[in-house]
Each structure stands twice: as structure tokens, then as C-alpha cells.
């Protein structure tokens, strides 16, 4: 009987995490880059980021763009931009290249990956900040199986010329127009947004 009850509890742990390995529709979550896929993108960028999505049929297309902010104030609406179709399942991928070598110029790589191939866009941005010359801190939206609804925010990069710097609350992924004076604290920032449409 012992032998039994650990079967069918081992049965349904196996189960279980089959289930959990399908990913649920309409969801969009931060990949888990092998050593491998981080060493690729490590070399060929200076920062990046690789997310995974899953529509339902409804949707139809996926946009991506980058903005701009200067202490707290959006500067730059569409730094970089791409629209593509969707087709259930993808990903979008986001890079930023070294600045060049007066720290002046950023280039940044948008590519998204669907069934139907591979859509991309390379923009750059002259900036009169010497970004090379500041500390830096960038991160994503976290956690599996985020919702795709409405306008979403994936990263940021942010630049700041003071030596202390913190990285954005929890929150900020979730609220980003109740939390947006957090942005203050940057001389400049990136934000990575996106949009599914029906």
C-alpha cells in the first residue's frame, strides 16, 4: 500500500509539472538564457534582453519601441520602433550595443521572432551625454506568465552621473504611471515597452 501511495504521488508530481511546462496563453515572461545564449549575446552586446510570448488567435500583431527619458521627462517617444505579426508563440529580442567611443552614440536592436521568421530594426541615438562615463542599471519584468494586456513595460536601462544609485521598486513593472517619478533619479533612461493587438 506504501508502495502505491508513493507511486500515484510521484505520477502526479510528473504530471503536474507537465502541465506547468506548457506555457498559458497570452502571457509574456523573461527568459532563462543558457550559458551559452548569454555568452553569444554577452559578445556581440553591451546589454540585453530575451522574452517569451504566447497569443491565442485573436491577436494579431506586436509592437515594440524604445523611449527616452531625461530626469524623470520623456524626451524621445520612438528612439527605435518595430511592428510585426504575431503568431501565437515568440520572442522579442533587445539589445544595446558599446557606445562608441566618445560615449555619445547608442545603438539599440530590436528583433522579434515569430512562426512566420524573424522581424528587426538596428537605430542609434547621438546623445549629448557621455553614457560611458556614468553608472549604469538595467533590469526586466520578472515572473513567468505575465499578462499581455494593454501597454507593457519589459526593461529599463538607466543612467545616472551620481556614484549612488538604486535600482526601481517592485512595482514599477506593474504601475508604471503611478511609480513614473522614480525615473527622477536618472540622468538618463531606456524603457523597453510593448503592445499586443487584436
Not at 537605430?123 to 553608472?135: H, K, Q, R, V
Request: proline share 1%.
Amino acid at each position: 500500500m506504501k508502495r502505491l501511495i508513493t507511486l500515484v504521488a510521484l505520477l502526479v508530481f510528473v504530471l503536474s509539472a507537465c502541465a506547468n511546462s506548457n506555457p498559458k496563453s497570452n502571457t509574456i515572461s523573461a527568459v532563462e538564457l543558457t550559458e551559452r545564449e548569454h555568452a553569444i549575446l554577452t559578445t556581440t552586446s553591451d546589454k540585453s534582453f530575451v522574452f517569451d510570448f504566447n497569443t491565442d488567435s485573436d491577436y494579431k500583431e506586436v509592437s515594440v519601441w524604445v523611449e527616452k527619458y531625461e530626469s524623470g521627462k520623456l524626451v524621445n517617444d520612438a528612439i527605435s520602433s518595430l511592428l510585426t505579426e504575431v503568431e501565437e508563440k515568440g520572442s522579442i529580442i533587445f539589445a544595446t550595443s558599446n557606445p562608441d567611443d566618445s560615449g555619445k552614440k547608442q545603438t539599440f536592436n530590436i528583433g522579434i521572432r515569430g512562426n512566420g521568421g524573424i522581424s528587426s530594426v538596428s537605430n542609434f541615438e547621438t546623445t549629448s551625454d557621455d553614457l560611458d562615463a556614468m553608472a549604469s542599471v538595467w533590469n526586466n519584468l520578472e515572473g513567468k506568465s505575465n499578462s499581455i494586456e494593454g501597454e507593457l513595460l519589459l526593461a529599463i536601462i538607466g543612467y545616472s552621473s551620481n556614484e549612488t544609485m538604486s535600482s526601481l521598486s517592485t512595482g514599477f513593472y506593474e504601475d508604471f504611471e503611478g511609480n513614473r517619478k522614480e525615473l527622477e533619479k536618472y540622468d538618463v533612461v531606456y524603457l523597453l515597452k510593448a503592445e499586443f493587438n487584436k
